[in-house]
């Protein structure tokens, strides 16, 4: 019979969690809410108590029709007739609990790893619990914490073998990220059989409602997924190009989209004022409890990481968390990431909190968040020396697109653009971009506009953007008025201006100065 492992639920009765209330009444609450599989999990009683609650349980799990696995005990397991057990990498070894329970038992295996997880799969587990993925109140140990990137991989070497077996996903896991982890964690060609909850659950006031809510946010996909659920144009020719990018251009001038704009004072001013140039409406708010009212507007957000005390790092996920909600497309800017060791902290707390539809760096930064080992920028936050050839900064794009399930953009000389399927190098721009303070910021707002107008392709919303704001950079930097990286600023907003007027018009000529090549990767 197969086993639903879609919301699994793991006890524990420990007081701060249980907090006085009845166990067996707490998991009956939750398998009417929707539990479909329970695993009886107490590692501090005696014998005997285990037998006795196990027994308790396993009459109510037989009453729904669900399985009861225990954890660990394989003793337990077998007094009280549990469909299975579940054993970590210290625990007794899988051979030989397989031996003891027969064939027709349920036994799950705790794995951290690609290795663990294979070694799991060829020795006849029937699922494993992958993680942990988020750190919980019982386990805060960073090397433990493997994340949606460590998921995605164990699901991934998963797919490629032939012994079938389910997965899992365990740690920190909640109604606010629930959609977000199953969405993210998805591998090519598998997906997450189920996620394990815990204290969501049990310690909730009502196991049944917490349940339902759980549940019913499992059958859904989340509100980013949903408005950018369409698949986008497989492949983009010049014509496709000129006529995609000056559409969004246009549609951007009548809709006149919000903008949220997160980021650091140094560049609020110049960044409003690209925003209105372009036919956007931004607002410069850092303080995450506007998010709510401002998120219905149905606009976006731009996280730019130029700041990160404590606080502000807080007002950051708050905003993350409200605008995937609300499904308003969300920009990330990790400003610095490889700078300073508060900086990867925090870029590794967003990334662990929410979705980005799009993340944009240059190549120190978009290593950082990637995690390669040594990233150090030593010259603040320009991109510095590369070691990378084009290919190489095309394929570290296209790889962490398809980690993150997001559009990923390296600027640099020549830019880097991918969804994780279509990969592009972008061309345009000018030196004096390099020169002044804030155009890399200033490209959040203007790729974060253009989200909100093509939400079903991300990727040629953001060529879109990209190309808008680059081309007048180049139409700036050959103006007679501009000397240099101060007269060139004033320029480069004007040219903003008229491309997008001249677009209304219904003149896209400026495209002709469009250098975007397709990276065969």
């Avoid at 919000?258 to 925003?275: D, G, K, P, R, S």
């Avoid at 040594?374 to 296209?398: E, F, N, P, W, Y």
């Avoid at 007269?487 to 100065?513: H, R």
Wanted: net charge neutral.
């Amino acid at each position: 019979m197969p086993v639903d492992y879609s919301l699994y639920l793991v006890t524990d009765s420990t007081e701060p969690i249980l907090r006085g209330r009845d166990l067996v009444k707490t998991v009956q609450a939750a398998v009417e809410g929707g539990v479909t599989i329970v695993q009886f999990c107490d590692k501090t009683s005696e014998t005997g108590e285990l037998v006795r609650v196990a027994k308790a349980l396993h009459a109510v799990t037989r009453q729904y029709n669900i399985p009861l696995i225990i954890n660990n005990r394989i003793d337990v397991a077998l007094a009280v007739g549990a469909e299975g057990v579940h054993i970590g990498q210290d625990d007794i070894d899988l051979p030989t609990a397989r031996k003891l329970l027969g064939d027709r038992a349920i036994i799950g295996v705790s794995v951290s790893s690609t290795n663990e997880a294979v070694r799991a799969a060829k020795g006849g587990a029937n699922y494993v619990g992958i993680g942990t993925l988020f750190a919980t109140n019982t386990e805060t140990d960073s090397k433990s914490i493997i994340g949606t990137a460590g998921v995605k991989k164990v699901l991934g070497a998963l797919s490629a073998m032939d012994e079938k077996i389910s997965a899992i996903a365990i740690g920190g896991i909640n109604s606010s990220n629930v959609q977000r982890i199953i969405y993210q964690c998805k591998a090519s060609f598998k997906a997450l059989d189920g996620i394990a909850v815990v204290s969501p659950i049990i310690a909730a006031p009502d196991a049944k409602r917490a349940a339902e809510e759980i549940k019913g946010l499992i059958r859904k996909l989340p509100a980013f997924a949903t408005a950018n659920g369409l698949k986008g144009t497989k492949f983009i020719d010049r014509e496709t190009l000129v006529q995609s990018v000056s559409a969004i251009v246009r549609k951007l001038g009548q809709a006149r989209p919000l903008c949220h704009n997160m980021t650091n004072l140094v560049v609020q001013n110049f960044a409003a004022n690209v925003a209105l140039a372009i036919g956007a409406s931004p607002i410069m708010s850092n303080y995450g409890g506007e998010a709510a009212d401002l998120a219905k507007l149905r606009g976006s957000l731009v996280i730019n990481m130029g700041t990160v005390t404590p606080a502000v790092i807080e007002d950051y996920v708050i905003a993350l968390h409200t605008y995937n909600n609300y499904g308003g497309p969300v920009v990330f800017d990790p400003v610095g990431a490889g700078a300073t060791q508060a900086r990867k902290d925090a870029v590794n707390r967003l990334l662990s909190e929410g979705y980005f539809d799009m993340i944009k760096g240059n190549e120190q930064e978009i290593k950082s968040v990637f995690g390669e080992e040594g990233v150090q920028q030593h010259r603040g936050v320009d991109s510095g020396s590369s070691a990378l050839t084009d290919i190489d900064r095309a394929k570290l794009v296209k790889k962490l697109a398809l980690r993150e399930r997001n559009v990923i953009l390296m600027t640099g000389p020549t830019d880097f653009l991918s969804d994780g399927e279509r990969t592009f190098a972008i061309s345009n721009g000018h030196e004096y971009l390099g020169k002044i303070t804030g155009s890399g910021c200033t490209l959040g707002t203007a790729l974060a506009s253009c989200l909100v107008i093509q939400r079903e392709d991300k990727l040629l919303a953001a060529l879109a953007g990209i190309l808008l704001f680059e081309i007048a950079a180049e139409h700036a930097a050959l103006r007679e008025d501009v000397k240099g990286p101060g007269t060139f600023v004033p320029a480069f907003i004007d040219e903003l201006y008229q491309i997008t007027k001249q677009t209304a018009a219904g003149k896209n000529g400026w495209l002709a100065a469009s250098k975007v090549k397709k990276m065969e990767i």
